[in-house]
């Protein structure tokens, strides 16, 4: 797990920009409706970032470490998750958010899915291993034998995969890679295709 620092090579690539990613997430929560979310945005907000604290510096196992890195990105999951299942039904039974909220609330969902999806490919692949779970094309070439993928090119495989709804120069490999890209690529269909563009309508 590479927020517990217990990845081979996970000294070696620096931390701070998964932990400006994660609090950037929690911005775009801010963001959004009071009614768009299953509690209170501020609770849950101040929940991750707890969790963020924990995992950056506090001396623990890397069991321990790893249950709660996975548990900060469960909390980022459902919470988002749960946002974009509040906008759809306030969409289809045309509720009380306004139209300018709900184009808000889709733009702060559909961005901290790209982030979130970025990181979980970022702390699965195993590409550094025998058995990677994405196929780089620097993987392909002799010149790039020493290269390894960091946060940054996982980043790019979330907002390549959230815009084209598809991979592009990075092919899934396992299972779990293609489960992943799946439910993200369907996650950003939903808010594009239908809570964005019903949410324009309003505005019209």
């Known amino acids: 797990m590479r927020l517990a620092n217990s990845h081979d090579r996970a000294k070696n690539e620096p931390f ?15 963001l959004l409706n009071p009614k768009l979310v299953f509690a209170s945005k501020y609770i849950i907000v101040a929940l991750e970032l707890v969790l963020l604290l924990i995992v950056s510096f506090a001396k623990m196992s890397d ?26 039904v306030q969409l289809l039974t045309n509720g009380t958010v306004s139209g300018k909220q709900l184009l808000l609330s889709s733009v ?29 094309s620097q993987f ?9 993928p960091t946060f940054y090119d996982y980043l790019y495989i979330s907002i390549t995969n959230a815009t084209a709804f598809s991979p592009t120069d990075t092919l899934p490999l396992t299972h779990r890679a293609k489960l992943l890209m799946s439910i993200h690529a369907l996650v950003s269909l939903i808010t594009v295709a239908l809570v964005a563009a019903r949410a324009v309508n309003i505005l019209g």
């Open 16 to 30: 701070w920009h998964v932990q400006f990613a994660i609090v950037l997430a929690m911005g775009f929560q801010l």
């Open 63 to 88: 069991k321990l470490k790893r249950a709660v890195a996975i548990g900060l990105i469960a909390v980022l999951a459902v919470a988002n998750i749960s946002s974009l299942g509040f906008v759809v």
């Open 108 to 136: 702060a969902i559909y961005l901290t899915n790209i982030i979130l999806f970025g990181i979980l490919y970022w702390e699965l692949d195993n590409a550094r291993r025998d058995e990677p779970d994405f196929l780089f």
């Open 140 to 148: 392909t070439t002799n010149r790039q034998k020493a290269w390894y």
